[in-house]
């Protein structure tokens, strides 16, 4: 059995050990993390083991780094010794934004095994959107046991890497976008008398049941949304209201932005 190695127990790491933890035996994980008692938490809830990173680098098959970008250097940079002192197989998993493979491997000191991944916060519910490309060393049963590993995360999906950074300005960031959205629509719903803690179940359930649609009916949004705006209906009326107040140029603006600091982080 392969044994997963996070070096990392922060938000995003916490939610995909959780996930792993539903589809490997816990007791072959092992939980690393710079503040020992966040490590040792998630440990006693998951049923695994806390351990070094040096014990997750040196034991480990799949090795997931979570930890933010100006970071990595520092965390790997003590580490290439035991990466270089290993004689099997072991993959490197980065959920960095902005760090390519090429990063990840000149800062672990070999050209070992990467596989990048862009999960979002949903992962922590198993309804996460994850883009992951992978180096060329790699093999494909690499490949096919990391997608087992992931497969309580949510929706996986590999992309070539140049278009990761586009991708994770839309769901990475998107989270942050649709709760805006959810409280703005349950804010009008309250201001037509609604209680506020309907207004965010029926926001939220309308938005799950209209993003359902568009996955599992595979029909275009703008064809579902014609779907909806019967003539001189009242739902017409409130997409002429979004358009006037330019919700599509907003939403638009911000994956861009999102993009446009992704791109300034390489820098």
Known sequence: MNTVGFIGCGNMGSAIASAVAKVTEPSQMILANKTTAKAEALAARLGCRCGSNAEAAESCTYIFLGVKPQMMADLLLPLQPVFQARTDTFVLVTMAAGLTIADIQAMAGGAYPVIRIMPNTPVSIGQGMIQA???????????????????????????????????????????????????????????????????????????????????????????????????????????????????????????????????????
């Open 133 to 267: 490309c992978a180096s060329a060393e790699v093999t494909e049963t690499a490949l096919a046991e990391f997608q087992a590993l992931m497969r309580e995360c949510g929706r996986l999906d590999f992309l070539p890497e140049h278009l990761i950074d586009a991708a994770s300005a839309l769901s990475g960031c998107g989270p942050a976008y649709v709760y805006l959205f959810l409280e703005a629509l349950a804010d009008g719903a309250v201001e037509c008398g609604l209680p506020r803690q309907k207004a965010y179940e029926y926001a939220a359930q309308t938005l799950i049941g209209a993003a359902s649609m568009v996955l599992e009916t595979g029909k275009h949004p703008g064809e579902l949304k014609d779907a909806v705006c019967s003539p001189s209906g009242t739902t017409i009326a409130g997409v002429h209201a979004l358009e006037k107040d330019g919700l599509r140029n907003a939403a638009m603006d911000a994956v861009k932005a999102a993009y446009d600091k992704t791109l300034r982080l390489k820098k």
